[in-house]
């Protein structure tokens, strides 16, 4: 049998146009009701599509001596009803059923393509309402409502902000990015660098110091911390640069966690750096090994360099842990964001949502 696929603006010119073109042959199989376009700006049309057959002309001209055939064609027609003999509930209750279907596929596929996984995306689907009209702002407006931003310390931050993460997450460049912030609002910025161990890590740090007037201090062992505190104590903001290690450097943990602990907690934030492109589960592993560290707040690094920031965002909600900056390219200062409900929205892949327009229209 022949199917023949009709699409228009709603189900009854559908209808018309199948009846137009081929008479009172034609059945409908099914319906689909789908919208298109959309987003925070361009409006959403609704569109209808039906798949019709054509009844066989013998069947239409005479109901008596029907073959088998022919039965089978009528219940196939059966369990199709034909909508226009529908109550006006039975009508809603199938559109209902077909639309909530339609709804939460395109929901798993936004969550997928997002990399959305596990407690967070359980959290961001709890009671999901699936009858609001457009679909994916309520997903990112729930995934963002889900999302702890650390505004506190990105306004006030703590006179000590420690940069702890992994070998090459970024740590020094963000650390030069922040200085250089801080430094254009006025504040007096030092850095200390604990870092004696790559080669090259002092130099790299002590570039960014200077080009940026922030005076730069290398503290090898614990007396020289104290000492480096003492020099610094006119300062409003240091920040402290640490050397990548991995959990299974011992040694070299032990002696970070012997630097580290000089620096009194009221008065210190210690902060994870992670890339982006990991996975969630990789960046869960590197949060646990520094969570002797007592980790206040997240620093994405590197949203240039995936799709989306999905990954981090379902690591950051397992982790409980604010999410205070987000870089986004490799050029001292500029590719710096303070985390921000937008920065978010703007690395959502496949919502439609026109975050640099958004912004344009808000500063109109
Ligand atoms: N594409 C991109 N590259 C970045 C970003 N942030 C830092 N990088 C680059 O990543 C590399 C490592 O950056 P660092 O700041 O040296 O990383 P680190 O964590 O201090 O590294 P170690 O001190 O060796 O542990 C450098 O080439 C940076 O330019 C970013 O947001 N995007
Ligand atoms: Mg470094």
Redesign the pocket.
């Known amino acids: 049998m022949e199917y023949i696929t009709i699409t228009s603006d709603s189900y009854e010119s559908c209808v018309s146009e199948a009846k137009a073109k081929y008479g009172e042959r034609v059945r409908i199989h099914s319906r689909r009701d789908y919208t298109v376009g959309g987003g925070l700006f361009a409006k959403k049309r609704n569109k209808c599509e039906i798949v019709c057959y054509l009844a066989p002309e013998k069947a239409v001209a005479n109901s008596q001596n029907v073959t088998k055939e022919d039965l089978k064609e009528f219940e196939k027609e059966a369990r199709t009803p034909d909508p226009s003999s529908l109550t006006l509930e039975e009508k809603l209750e199938t559109n209902l059923r077909k639309n909530e279907g339609e709804k939460s596929r395109v929901v798993d596929a936004l969550l997928d393509e997002n990399d959305i996984k596990g407690p967070f995306r359980d959290k961001v689907l709890l009671d999901f309402d699936f009858s609001v009209s457009d679909i994916p702002l309520e997903l990112s407006d729930r995934i963002i409502s889900n999302v702890s931003i650390d505004h506190l310390s990105q306004a006030h931050p703590k006179r000590y902000m420690v940069f702890l ?10 650390l030069a990015k922040i200085g250089s912030l801080y430094k254009n609002v006025g504040k007096s910025v030092a850095i200390i660098t604990l ?1 004696s161990y ?1 080669v090259g ?1 002092y130099e ?1 740090v002590k570039a960014f110091g200077d080009a940026f007037d922030i005076p730069v201090l290398l503290v090898k062992d614990e007396d020289e911390v104290i000492l480096a505190q003492e020099k610094l104590r006119g300062y409003e903001l240091v920040l402290v ?1 640490t ?2 290690i991995s959990p299974e450097d011992g040694a070299l943990n032990l002696k970070l966690k012997g630097l580290l602990s000089l620096f009194r907690s009221n008065e210190t934030s210690f902060i994870l ?1 992670l890339a982006a492109n990991l996975k969630s589960g990789d960046m869960m592993k590197q949060y646990k090994s520094y969570n002797a560290f007592n980790i206040s707040s997240l620093i994405v ?5 995936t799709e989306s920031i999905g990954s981090f965002l379902t690591f950051a909600y397992e982790s409980g842990k604010p999410i205070s900056f987000a ?4 050029k001292v200062p500029q ?1 710096l964001k303070k985390a921000s409900t937008t920065v978010v929205l703007e690395y959502l892949k496949g919502f439609g949502i026109d975050v640099k327009r958004l912004a344009a229209q808000l500063l109109n």
């Open positions: 993460g992994p070998t090459g997450s970024g740590k020094t460049t963000t870092d790559r890590a790299q640069d050397m990548g750096t690094t590197k949203l240039d360099e870089t986004c390219g490799q590719d």
